[in-house]
């Protein structure tokens, strides 16, 4: 207990550390960007300062909030809608020999689509709100959640099936008892690259066909030639992207907490 | 005495590449008695391993007889009579070792007050009393394969299988697992399929050692071994201790060539 209590105090101290730093850095980024622009003769319209970024943000808060809120609605709906389908398909196709074969050949072949190329139909078949960008981010979260989830339903030690199986488990049993645990850190994996692509699947939707969220802002901005806007709408894409990463890997630490015990 | 378990002419054929097929196992015959601890020793792909699963109905021969409790192995499994311990402890690391214990319990929807206590007093007995509630990384190997060993008894089957259980474990604690082993088998009274590499170990623990051949996996002979029980670890450096382990050496060695 002793031995633990103290590694895992060094492990918060030096994680603490390790923020310090990365903050530290990004800051640096930050200040070197404003010097050097302040010397380097380049347009304000194409690389706008830092501060003047920071004034457009404050400036146009209340436009920046009401496009914000769009977008989140949107990245998340798909986040929930792509990832929901993709893990229950993943545990169907893993149950039924069958579903693997039909299911996931096409499943592979729509994963071929370029994105971009299927969100001016999901505009065309939906409309110009929600539901359209909801459909590409989850489109866009859907396949790697589906991938990883069955890698890791199908990673379980062949040992383990068999200790199982020495015990008469059913075939549910395996699946909640060995394959969904083994499963988790894969889909944790995955669930983290979703929040990032869900926000992208939103903004591209809006670039389709939208009269909101900071996709329609970043045209609106860019045909306005209004780079402090720009910048600040990329900003806030980013922050928001972050936030969702944060949850998610918040909810890793709680669900799969075993995972990083016995790694560390 | 009866067989507890009886092997006749028990083959396996293995798929190999396109359309070939390797032979693994060729007529193997030996019987096991109630209460005995019989040990199968033989070079790495003589189908020990296999043959352990062919006991437990993990796998179907593809040829011969093969009885466990006087039945086809697949019914002694579904009757949950059939103890397996494996090469790796198998805990799995998001339950507390009881947890992991009672799986077994779990899956055959029996987790009573009764036989939770059935799983602290085996947990009691391996000296692992006060970890119940650790998770298995604070675990050391030997405690790990003890937890294994209990989560393979907890259902009182009559017929324990072991596939090199101490393999991955150091001298001095693999030695300590022997005499408890021995004292476990004792006080369970189940007859024991002991699977291993270890000459020493063979003898150490068993009333008969089955050797075994590769290429294809067969029977070379089967030694009895009438060290007197219970026995210490002085045996090991006894005369008639070290002349079983040359006899075993040597009919080892005789397929090595």
């Known amino acids: ?51 003047s970024i920071v004034q457009s943000m404050v400036r146009n808060a209340g436009l920046l909030l009401a496009n914000t809120w769009p977008t989140v609605i949107e990245a998340l709906g798909g986040f929930v809608v792509g990832n929901w389908v993709a893990v229950g398909l993943a545990v169907m196709i893993v149950w039924s020999k069958t579903l693997e074969r039909t299911v996931y050949p096409i499943a592979i072949l ?77 889909l944790f994996a995955a669930l983290k690259i979703a929040t990032t692509s869900s926000v992208l699947g939103a903004i591209v939707g809006e670039w389709i066909g939208s009269e909101q969220g900071l996709g329609y802002l970043v045209i609106l901005a860019t045909d306005q030639y209004r780079a402090s806007l720009l910048f600040a709408t990329l900003a806030i894409s980013t922050v928001v992207a972050l936030v969702l990463f944060g949850l998610v890997g918040a909810a890793e630490h709680v669900f799969v907490r075993w995972h990083e015990e016995t790694r560390g | 005495m009866e067989s507890v378990i009886a092997l006749d002419a028990v083959t396996m054929e293995f798929r190999a590449g396109r359309d070939g097929r390797r032979l693994v196992l060729d007529r193997v015959t030996f019987d096991a008695r109630a209460g005995e601890f019989v040990s199968i020793i033989g070079p790495s792909g003589c189908g020990k391993s296999t043959l352990l699963r062919i006991v437990a109905s993990l796998l179907q021969p593809t040829a011969g007889s093969v009885r466990v409790l006087g039945k086809p192995p697949e019914e002694a499994k579904a009757q949950r009579r059939v103890g397996f311990v494996f090469q790796d402890s198998l805990l799995f690391p998001w339950r507390t070792v009881l947890e992991n214990v009672w799986l077994p319990f779990e899956i055959g929807h029996q987790l009573s007050a009764q036989t939770r206590q059935r799983a602290v007093q085996l947990l009691e007995m391996v ?40 393999g991955a474990i150091d001298e001095l604690t693999r030695e300590r697992l022997h005499l408890e082993l021995l004292d476990i088998c004792r006080l369970e009274n189940v007859t024991t399929l002991f699977v291993t590499h270890s000459i020493p170990e063979a003898v150490f623990l068993s009333d008969r050692v ?48």
């Open chain 1, 1 to 51: 207990m002793i031995a633990r209590d103290t590694s895992a105090t060094a492990r918060t101290g030096s994680r603490a550390s390790e923020w310090t730093v990365s903050v530290a850095g990004i800051l640096v980024l930050l200040v070197a960007w404003q010097l050097l622009e302040s010397v380097l003769p380049i347009p304000r319209y194409i690389l706008p300062l830092p501060t």
């Open chain 2, 127 to 166: 000296g692992l009393g006060g970890f119940e509630h650790e998770y298995p990384y604070k675990l050391s190997g030997g405690m790990r394969q003890r937890a294994a060993i209990v989560r393979a008894l907890c259902l009182n089957p009559q017929i324990l299988l072991m596939d090199e259980p101490f």
């Open chain 1, 110 to 186: 729509f994963r071929g689509i370029p994105i971009i190329a299927i969100a001016p139909i999901m505009v065309l078949w939906l409309g110009n709100g929600y539901s359209s960008k909801i459909a590409i981010a989850a489109l866009i979260s859907f396949f790697p959640t589906l991938v990883n989830v069955i890698k890791g339903l199908t990673s379980v030690d062949h040992q383990a099936l068999e200790l199982l199986d020495m015990f008469s488990a059913s075939k549910s049993q395996v699946f909640r008892l060995v394959r969904w645990p083994y499963a988790m850190p894969y």
């Open chain 2, 210 to 257: 089955v050797v075994m051949h590769t290429s294809p996996g067969r029977v070379a002979g089967v030694i009895d071994v009438d060290l007197p029980r219970p026995r210490d670890n002085n045996v090991r450096f006894a005369a008639p201790f070290q002349g079983l382990a040359f006899a075993v050496k040597n009919l080892l060695s005789e397929g090595a060539s």
